[in-house]
Nanobody, 124 residues
């Protein structure tokens, strides 16, 4: 059973940083894909960063250069380091996972396991 538990959300002023964590038992698998998605009120869920078990990453244009996705197998945790935050980054953030997978898809269809979400609010 794959379990995902996000933490690290909160409120921050524009220009600030946050680091999200996702405790992920799936990181013990020989191959996996993991990603961060976000959904703002009234908007569709957006895949913003993805990583596979080989360490390959991909980012959406809206966060590239500001956010960094990483996975630490030793502590079974997926991270999203978010820098230079702006109000448009305000959303509920979700981690997602798929075992026995390759690639860095940022499509919701690529993931069967989801965390409960953590809220990020950026004020101007």
């Amino acid at each position: 059973q794959v379990q995902l538990v996000e933490s690290g959300g909160g409120s921050v002023q524009a220009g600030g940083s946050l680091r999200l964590s996702c405790a992920a038992s799936l990181l013990t698998y020989s191959s996996y894909c993991m990603a961060w998605f976000r959904q703002a009120p009234g908007k569709e869920r957006e895949g913003i960063a993805a990583i596979d078990s080989g360490g390959t990453t991909s980012y959406s244009g809206s966060v590239k250069g500001r956010f960094t996705i990483s996975a630490d197998v030793a502590v079974l945790t997926l991270f999203l380091q978010m820098n230079s935050l702006n109000p448009e980054d305000t959303a509920m953030y979700y981690c997602a996972a798929q075992p026995y997978c390759w690639g860095t898809s940022r499509s919701q269809n690529g993931y069967n396991y989801w965390g409960q979400g953590t809220q990020v609010t950026v004020s101007s």
